[in-house]
């Protein structure tokens, strides 16, 4: 999986800004969701809420 972010400060994030954020599963494999239950793989909505740390997780399935 590869994570793909960007933003307006050429590569730092500051505090009560988004960056863009997407999801690019592996071949063979589909993007399903994020652990927040947000299910498009671009996003932009997502801000630290204490600053400094933010955690997500992206649910990809196998492409039978």
Do not use: H
């Not at 399903?32 to 204490?50: F, H, I, L, Q, Y």
Request: proline content about 6%.
């Amino acid at each position: 999986i590869q994570y793909m972010f960007e933003n307006s400060f050429g590569g730092a994030f500051f505090y009560g800004n988004a960056p863009t954020i997407t999801c690019v599963p592996d071949e063979g494999y589909r993007f399903v969701m994020w652990s927040d239950g947000v299910t498009s793989p671009t996003r932009t909505d997502v801000k630290p809420t204490d600053g400094n740390t933010l955690t997500l997780y992206a649910i990809v399935e196998k492409i039978n």
